[in-house]
């Protein structure tokens, strides 16, 4: 995991909680610039989403937090995950100039998710907490990734 021990379900689950808030920052920046019109609807359902995605996982956490070395640590992993380049990124590489391109977007970020959280539980070596937490991350986000897929091709 690139130098970054994950050891229990409360890593896995803060690490979905940061790689969430950058999703939810990401759209609520993207609707502030696109506030009106087919465009705007389509990064308000995201934001939706992924309010809903950090809601879950967030309550799955609880209070119970990472000590602050490490909680900086795994938030700086997480912050390389997903959207790269952020909101100037995506709006360079066409996300934004139609709701299919943000579909197939946001579809591509949910397949870098899946991939990571998958990976991350195979990499769980003896913590079988962790190992299941990611997995049931995973999970979560394939239905999503699914969703956008469908949406794509619609």
């Given at each position: 995991?690139?130098?970054?021990?994950?050891?229990?379900?409360?890593?896995?689950?803060?690490?979905?909680?940061?790689?969430?808030?950058?999703?939810?920052?990401?759209?609520?920046?993207?609707?502030?610039?696109?506030?009106?019109?087919?465009?705007?609807?389509a990064i308000k359902?995201?934001?939706?989403?992924?309010?809903?995605?950090?809601?879950?996982?967030?309550?799955?956490?609880?209070?119970?937090?990472?000590?602050?070395?490490?909680?900086?640590?795994?938030?700086?992993?997480?912050?390389?995950?997903?959207?790269?380049?952020?909101?100037?990124?995506?709006?360079?590489?066409?996300?934004?100039?139609?709701?299919?391109?943000?579909?197939?977007?946001?579809?591509?970020?949910?397949?870098?998710a899946v991939d990571?959280?998958?990976?991350?539980?195979?990499?769980?070596?003896?913590?079988?907490?962790?190992?299941?937490?990611?997995?049931?991350?995973?999970?979560?986000?394939?239905?999503?990734?699914?969703?956008?897929?469908?949406?794509?091709?619609?």
């Open positions: 995991m690139n130098g970054v021990q994950i050891s229990s379900a409360r890593d896995a689950l803060y690490i979905a909680s940061e790689m969430e808030k950058r999703a939810v920052k990401l759209y609520e920046r993207a609707v502030m610039l696109w506030p009106d019109d087919a465009m705007a609807q359902n995201m934001l939706g989403d992924e309010r809903q995605h950090l809601k879950h996982f967030s309550a799955l956490l609880g209070d119970t937090l990472p000590p602050q070395a490490d909680a900086l640590l795994l938030s700086a992993y997480a912050g390389g995950i997903l959207f790269e380049g952020g909101l100037h990124a995506a709006a360079r590489s066409g996300a934004f100039d139609s709701p299919q391109a943000l579909f197939r977007y946001a579809a591509e970020q949910e397949a870098i990571c959280y998958t990976r991350f539980a195979q990499q769980c070596g003896t913590s079988d907490e962790a190992k299941a937490a990611f997995l049931k991350i995973a999970q979560e986000e394939s239905l999503h990734l699914a969703a956008l897929n469908r949406a794509v091709s619609a």
